[in-house]
């Protein structure tokens, strides 16, 4: 087999975005996305030690930066949406930390036991 054999212009040679099934059913498959993004981001300041405010790791960007550089197949529109129906859900945790009280720039984080709640309640579901 040749290397022109196995490659395909649609499928990854970069960093490709993987969500457990299981979330996906559990939370919604754009909310899984992203909130996968978000956990990739706090296991990587926790591993980096970096962004650990109030006993938690916190990642930032706005909904324009989240848009353009991890979620431009999406309209700027579902990425706000899905953000914030993840807040209302109570599985992100929003907060401003900006030094520049101008900058509206917010900070996530996950609500971990408010994730695994749901999921408990999902196999609960499941198996009646």
């Known amino acids: 087999m040749t290397d ?3 490659r395909s ?3 990854f ?11 996906a059913k559990v939370i919604g498959l754009n909310e899984a996305i992203v909130l996968q ?8 300041n926790s591993r980096n ?5 109030d006993g938690k790791y916190w990642t930032y960007n706005s909904i324009k930066e989240w848009h353009e550089q991890y979620f431009d197949f999406w309209s700027y529109d579902t990425v706000k949406r899905t953000f914030q129906k993840l807040e209302k859900m109570g599985l992100l945790i ?3 930390f ?12 996950i609500d971990y036991e408010k994730l695994d709640l749901l999921y408990d309640e999902y196999e609960k579901r ?3």
Do not use: G, M, R
């Open 126 to 128: 499941s198996a009646a």
């Open 9 to 11: 212009k649609l499928l």
């Open 37 to 44: 993004q978000v956990h990739y981001w706090l296991v990587y």
């Open 49 to 53: 030690q970096i962004n650990f405010i």
């Open 94 to 96: 929003s907060a401003k």
């Open 98 to 109: 900006n030094d520049d009280k101008l900058d509206q720039t917010k900070w996530y984080t």
């Open 13 to 23: 040679e970069e960093n490709p975005i993987v969500v457990d099934k299981t979330l």
């Open 4 to 6: 022109s054999t196995v």
